[in-house]
């Protein structure tokens, strides 16, 4: 690999890392900064296999409390059915990511206008449900009713856009159906494991052909 390579991948990794837990659109700013440094990865497979090193810091701060439910799961309702919500909520994003993956990665993924839109589309939603005076009713992503899950599923779906962020979309559709802050930030978290792990995984099925 060239040196100039390594410095760039380099460069978007430390962009992966900065921007990955806040919600700004890790790919949308990984995208937009190969754009600039010229910086090209077969089927763009780069931009979302990075993403292994978030997967594995969220796993590491959630390890005790992973291995706790995964013990409970057996024996305890609330577990089932916090994991079983976490699923739920994941299919959509899931479904729609797969059948649309060649779209997305062949058009817009390819599209830096589109994705700076998206950028500021996101931040001033953003600072508009901040400014709401939203009453939270659901305090507890154990006890989220089996509906609720879903619908911030859906939300998850915004994320496919490049540009729109994926704990941004979840956190204020969460919000905007009544889940406080805490809430909101914990279960996005939480859906964070099985989406960049499938897409993760799901990328790399789809280019093990053309990488070397």
Excluded at 18 to 40: C, D, K, N, R, Y
Excluded at 61 to 84: A, E, G, Q, S
Excluded at 167 to 188: C, H, M, N, Q, Y
Aim: charged letters at 15%; aromatic letters at 10%.
């Amino acid at each position: 690999m060239e040196s100039q390579t390594i410095v760039e991948a380099l460069l978007l990794g430390l962009i992966e890392g900065l921007t990955e837990f806040i919600p700004v659109s890790s790919t949308g700013h990984i995208l937009l900064a190969g754009h600039f440094l010229g910086f090209h990865s077969t089927g763009k497979a780069f931009e979302i296999l990075i993403q292994l090193g978030a997967i594995l810091a969220i796993l590491s701060v959630y390890f005790r409390r992973l291995w706790k439910m995964l013990l409970d799961l057996p024996r305890d309702r609330l577990t089932r059915h916090f994991v079983i919500g976490i699923l739920i909520a994941f299919l959509p994003a899931a479904v729609i990511g797969a059948l649309a993956h060649d779209f997305i990665k062949t058009f817009l993924f390819e599209s830096p206008r589109l994705i700076c839109i998206m950028l500021i589309i996101g931040g001033v939603v953003l600072l508009a449900v901040d400014r709401m005076n939203l009453k939270p009713v659901y305090r507890d992503v154990e006890r989220f009713p089996t509906r609720l899950y879903l619908q911030i599923g859906l939300f998850q779906c915004l994320s496919l856009i490049p540009g729109t962020s994926r704990s941004g979309s979840t956190i204020v559709g969460a919000l905007l159906l009544g889940v406080d802050k805490r809430a909101a930030a914990e279960f996005s978290f939480f859906l964070a494991m099985p989406t960049m792990v499938g897409a993760f995984a799901f990328d790399l099925f789809k280019n093990r052909n053309v990488l070397t």
